[in-house]
């Protein structure tokens, strides 16, 4: 496989989709679009109206086998990824293609790992879910302060967002997922608690102090495949979980020319192993639009060989965790700072 072979992109209509084709694109490759809709396909920006375009539902698992043939990666940005992501990961798998796709859930992960590894080994391909702003993005910064480690005794994730304005995609994927988040405690897999501990945590600039709730995403899930972790807590500031809530709050609009909207993030992550305590941020701009330069560089690394090989594997895991990020900020605006002398307040 190589870069010159198409990547499939299901759910391209999508808000996310269509920043993916725009990303791969940019770095050269061959996207082809698909999704459930026809006339959703129909919508797409006059710029991808020449790019080859496939309509195919998720429960005809062989005409989804027809339709992903050819393709050397499936990149799936169509939630809820509890209906699409094991259809079309198999789909990918029977094709021979990588796949990867850009899920916060946590059931979905599971499920992928543990029903998929085996045989994405079998027919030599990789299977990264969670190649996103949430899962990918923060497990590939805990990999990095790692820096080769395979353990830490406690592991805090803060993700604050200036504002959330929530694609309908966002919106149905919170209905759809009812299943209880899960944190590691003692060294395991455990529930949330519940009501979720509240807190306080002092983000770097743009954000500042903030309310916090412990709210994991699927970052927990790929860092405990192939990390030996003490107690990890993640964290999301209340405002922007607000914004969430409320039926109200419209959806992201563009305010430059790639069509991101002007919300700021940041991630910042802090690693305590025995008597060191690391901590490092990344911040910047849309969630929704840098999850593409994160999906496409895990496929360029996937397509050109820079991969530690198949089954079904965490960001971190199957790339080079800090070359990744350096790539990310050659392609992406976004900003990775290690602030471990700056202290860990929370």
Known sequence: MHTADPVLVYGAAGHTGRFVIDELL??????????????????????????????VGIDDPELLRRVVAGAAAVINCAGPFLDTALPLARAALESGAHYLDVTAEQPVVQALYRELDAPAREANVAVVPAMAFYGGLADLLVTSVLDGGSHADEIDIAIGLDRWWPTAGTRATGVRNTATRLVIRDGVLAPLENPAPPGTWFYPSPLGEQSVVQLPFSEVITIDHHLHVGELRSYLNTASLEELRDTATPAPTAADEQGRSSQRFVVDVVVRTGAQTRRVTATGRDIYAISAPIVVEGAVRLLDGRHRGPGAAAPGEVFDAAAVLAGLKRHADIVVVDRTHNGAAR
């Not at 770095?27 to 991808?48: I, N, Q, W, Y």
């Open 26 to 55: 940019r770095r050269g490759l061959v996207p082809v679009l698909a999704g459930r809709s026809a006339g959703r396909l129909a919508t797409v920006p006059a710029r991808h109206a020449a790019l080859e375009r496939r309509v």
